[in-house]
């Protein structure tokens, strides 16, 4: 597609219950990254995919989060029994494979959480 | 590890002025990377400028500048002839220029939120 795509864009779930977030990158975008903003404050990085290495998931708040892309493509992020403290805007991007002299990163619209 | 700091969560300017917002970094890095993202009410982040700390010229597009100021650690963003459409949340964020590790993070401030008055 064009550019990076996320569904569901807004999703209300209840407190416990399992959620699934899906984000399609940019295609020939071999790197995804997940961001998590919550309200009023900046972006923190969650997890890390670059083509078949293994994935930088250093950012993931607790065992209840967990991430999977399938080779070079759709990346689902899964919150498990969720809590309110999840509720935010998970924001994916992509990119071609970072360089040291970078690439530049495209976000999607997000996917906002409200846990009730 | 590196943290980004934006002191303004809000700043308003009239139409058709110049608004500057700043932002201060620290890092024991000598080499990095800056940018300012944009992020209207679609919530799609947009890059609007990058700078590479090596250079010393400021980056320029169009009508977006910035300040960088290494020894002082502050990369300040001016935006010139303010639009309606500028209007939005504005993010600092740095990158590492580390090509043996983790240089693909990017650490952002809180944000600015610029409003732009007709």
């Known amino acids: 597609g064009a550019g990076v795509s996320q569904s569901p864009s807004n999703k209300v779930t209840e407190k416990g219950k399992d959620v699934e977030l899906r984000c399609d990158p940019i295609s020939g975008h071999t790197a995804l990254y997940w961001y998590r903003q919550r309200l009023g404050q900046g972006l923190e990085f969650l997890i890390y995919?670059?083509?078949?290495?293994?994935?930088?998931k250093s950012g993931l708040p607790s065992d209840r989060f967990s991430a999977e892309r399938t080779g070079e493509s759709v990346s689902t992020l899964t919150i498990q029994r969720t809590q309110q403290e999840d509720s935010a805007v998970y924001l994916c991007a992509s990119s071609l494979a970072p360089t040291p002299r970078g690439n530049t990163i495209y976000f999607g619209e997000g996917s906002w959480l409200t846990v009730v | 590890a590196q943290t980004v700091t934006q002191s303004q969560p809000e700043m308003s300017v009239q139409e058709a002025e110049t608004v500057t917002l700043s932002c201060t970094y620290d890092?024991?890095?000598?080499?990095?990377?800056l940018f300012w993202y944009k992020q209207p009410p679609s919530r799609q982040m947009i890059l609007v400028i990058r700078?590479?700390?090596?250079?010393?010229q400021n980056a320029t597009e169009n009508r977006f500048s910035v300040n960088f100021q290494k020894a002082a650690k502050s990369f300040s963003l001016k935006i010139s002839d303010s639009q309606l459409g500028d209007a939005a949340m504005y993010f600092c964020?740095?990158?590492?220029?580390?090509?043996?590790?983790?240089?693909?993070?990017?650490?952002f401030g809180k944000g600015t939120l610029l409003t732009v008055n007709p």
């Open positions: 964020a740095y990158r590492s220029f580390n090509s043996g590790g983790s240089n693909y993070k990017l650490t």
């Open positions: 700078q590479e700390a090596y250079k010393q």
């Open positions: 995919f670059q083509g078949n290495s293994a994935p930088d």
């Open positions: 890092t024991s890095e000598s080499d990095y990377y």
